[in-house]
């Protein structure tokens, strides 16, 4: 590990030890693609900790070391004179580890980020300096803080920073070949307020947005720093049209000079169907997948969790229309809401196969702490206070016109179903015969040794590694978008490659990885 100096003032500087705990496999960790690409290890660098570095004024004279423990473990060894660790809710068990063998030692420990800041009660205990909120104004803060000896317990941001002054992630010692994307932060706050999003309890409705020279500096780094993909890693990206539509163009203008243009993609709502020049824009820009919350079908649904300004884009005809620009939508769907039956697991499934849609994750609908949706089901009675599931795969509620079997059941075979190879086929020569509009930039891409390596890995695992069915649903895509459109090739494959982490996932369910969840909370059905 490298010691990464930021301004040496005296013979020994503080070391302090910033760590990204490791996240449990899940849906969202991209195992089965990870296993294909190889050489990446993990999904993204951790922005939040490499922004904590950029953060670390001049005059304050500290050492860090960086770890990733999705690239390799922390060294709870390390001689360091504080800990920073950073997580998700997700990332809770491993924090706490961490955390207690520093302590253990005597080295203290500064806890922060999303879980912090939405759960306090359950990280106080883990932190000697807690960190609820952003973290740009009170890092260089407790920085100053700790070196005079007088850090406090609690790091509070009382408003919203303003994101003009947020600095660009420290990407010196970050290497390219251990991510599969890079992520870049656009914009934080939602205007919205679904009541089962935390979202707006972490970064607020007042929609903020760093500049345009901002993000095209970090976008920038990004390549410059070896990255294929950049993922906008806002929660809407497309909140203000003025703002989005200078953006998209900026990206265009620079992307198209490159020899080796980066591709995008994002998250949004099913709205950004709605609007045809946005559309072109962002297949212009060579934004290839974009997830939409789209949740439900069922408007009855969406009142449900106040979000029903989403029911006037009608999913059947917007995501077509998505699809069209050659854009891959990857879908949000949720079950178990108060209105749905066990007849949404098929009414699902026919939604997708009606618009060809081949990429949805279906989770099951959850209550975060301190959600709206949490509020309204302890007040019914319907909450599992004490519940550890797997998230997006079990709940703490009770669910009302189905019992829990049914909907976990029900969510399963679901699952597994839209992951067989014939229907995915059947979904994706689909999205494939939808294309309609591809731009000049997308057959561009730089023939590269690294590229030769993995188009060499991605056919050696679909012609030896996988069941005879996945490989021949594999040919049949590729032949299908070779008589579609050659230059669609490269896009077919690599959301093939995507496949396979979805054809995994659905078989460790199958061998009944949640079993013995359903039968825990079979009492509460
Ligand atoms: S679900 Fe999406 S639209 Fe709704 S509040 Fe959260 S981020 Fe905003």
């Not at 995501?319 to 749905?340: A, E, K, N, Q, T």
């Not at 086929?425 to 590269?448: C, D, F, P």
Request: charged residues 25%; proline residues 5%.
């Amino acid at each position: 590990m490298v010691a990464w100096d930021i301004r040496v003032q005296s013979v020994v500087p503080k070391r302090i030890y910033l760590i990204n705990p490791k996240t449990p496999e899940n849906f969202w960790a991209m195992q089965g693609t990870l296993d294909i690409v190889g050489k990446h290890k993990t999904l993204m660098p951790n922005a939040a900790l490499l922004t904590l570095t950029a953060l670390t004024p001049p005059d304050v004279d500290v050492v860090y070391e960086f770890c990733d423990e999705n690239l390799a473990p922390a060294r709870l060894d390390l001689a360091c004179d504080l800990v920073a660790i950073t997580g998700y809710t997700l990332q809770a068990e491993r924090m706490q580890a961490v955390s207690a063998a520093f302590r253990k030692r005597g080295v203290p420990v500064a806890v922060g980020g999303a879980f912090a800041t939405l759960e306090p009660e359950r990280a106080r205990p883990m932190a000697d300096h807690l960190f609820l909120g952003e973290a740009e104004e009170t890092w260089p803060r407790f920085l100053r803080d700790w070196l005079a000896g007088q850090a406090a317990p609690l790091y509070q941001q009382a408003e919203f920073v303003d994101l003009a002054t947020s600095p660009a992630p420290d990407l010196a010692r970050v290497k390219a070949t251990d991510y599969l994307y890079f992520s870049v932060q656009t914009c934080r706050g939602c205007p919205n307020n679904c009541d089962f999003c935390d979202v707006v309890r972490l970064v607020g409705r007042k929609f903020r947005t760093k500049t345009i020279p901002q993000i095209l500096r970090e976008v920038k780094n990004a390549h410059a720093c070896g990255a294929e993909t950049v993922f906008f890693s806002d929660d809407n990206f497309f909140i203000n049209r003025a703002f989005t539509f200078e953006l998209l163009r900026e990206l265009v203008a620079w992307n198209s000079t490159l020899d080796r243009p980066l591709s995008f993609s994002t998250q949004a709502t099913v709205q950004i169907g709605a609007d045809e020049d946005l559309l072109k824009l962002l297949a212009d820009a060579r934004f290839s997948v974009i997830f939409l919350g789209l949740e439900t079908l069922s408007k009855q649904c969406l009142d449900e969790v106040n979000k029903g300004q989403m029911a006037r884009f009608d999913p059947r005809e917007v995501i077509p229309r998505i699809s069209s620009y050659g854009i891959m939508p990857f879908l949000g769907m949720i079950v178990g809401f108060d209105h749905d039956t066990t007849a949404v697991f098929s009414d699902v499934e026919e939604f997708l196969d009606e618009t060809g849609s081949p990429i949805a994750s279906i989770s099951v609908l959850n209550a975060p702490k301190n959600t709206a949706l949490y509020r309204r089901m302890q007040a019914e009675g319907r909450l599992q206070e004490e519940f550890r599931g797997f998230w997006h795969l079990t709940t703490n509620i009770i669910p009302k016109q189905m019992t829990l079997q049914e909907l976990y059941l029900g969510h399963k075979a679901l699952f597994q179903r839209l992951y067989e190879p014939e229907r995915f086929e059947r979904r994706m020569i689909k999205w494939l015969a939808n294309v309609r509009y591809m731009t000049g930039i997308y057959s561009t891409r730089k023939k590269t040794l690294y590229r030769l390596f993995l188009i060499l890995r991605v056919a050696r695992h679909f012609l030896f590694r996988v069941p005879p069915d996945v490989r021949r649903m594999f040919w049949n895509v590729v032949k299908a978008a070779y008589r579609t459109n050659p230059k669609l090739i490269s896009r077919a494959v690599s959301v093939l490659v995507q496949y396979w982490h979805y054809y995994s996932f659905a078989g460790r369910e199958q061998r009944g990885e949640r079993e013995h969840r359903v039968g825990e909370m079979k009492s509460s059905g």
